[in-house]
């Protein structure tokens, strides 16, 4: 019988938000950018060389192995989160999120390079089968961020993704918006596997 129960919110200011007040995020975003900035360079330097020379393939070399410590990089981050999400919890809930729509908002694409959210999803699926866990995925429509997660007041003001705490009219619980998202999250997921489980 499960014991423990999380609700995941995946954002782009911090990568996981979760429903017990744990954000993580990716602590090698500044080595990325250092790395993207010298790919940038020897790139440049790669349409100019000649075809065929020897420095066009130095080049090319320098180009594959900082591709390769990227995606290194983001493999780590990935582990780790997903570790410690899964091993920590029986069910995890997390919205389906529509990933291929975020890359369209050229604001929001620009950060998902540096967060592979999908594969974070799928890693978490993986590692949840392997342990025996569940990971349920709720209903991408639900409004998770507009709801209070105290007494259930939509607030659809805070469909503005600048706004990042709010008050609630009714109860005037002050929520962190990615927190209470998260929680809102756990809530519906745990009515999910409820009905699942009953039916």
Known sequence: ??????????????????????????????????????????????????????????????????NQKINNIKKHIINNISNIIVKENDIISVEDLNIKNMYQEKRIARKLIDIPLYKLIETIKWKAYLLGKKVIQINRYYASSQECSVCGNKNEEVKDLNIRKWECKECHNVHDRDINASINIMFEGLKKYMKEEYE
């Open 1 to 66: 019988t499960p014991q423990t129960i999380v609700g995941i919110d995946l954002g782009i200011k911090d990568m996981v938000i979760t429903s017990n007040d744990l954000k993580l995020d990716n602590p090698n975003k500044e080595r990325i950018e250092r790395l993207r900035k010298r790919l940038k360079g020897l790139n440049k330097a790669l349409s100019r060389s000649q075809k065929g020379s020897n420095n066009r393939y130095k080049l090319i070399m320098k180009i594959q192995r900082i």
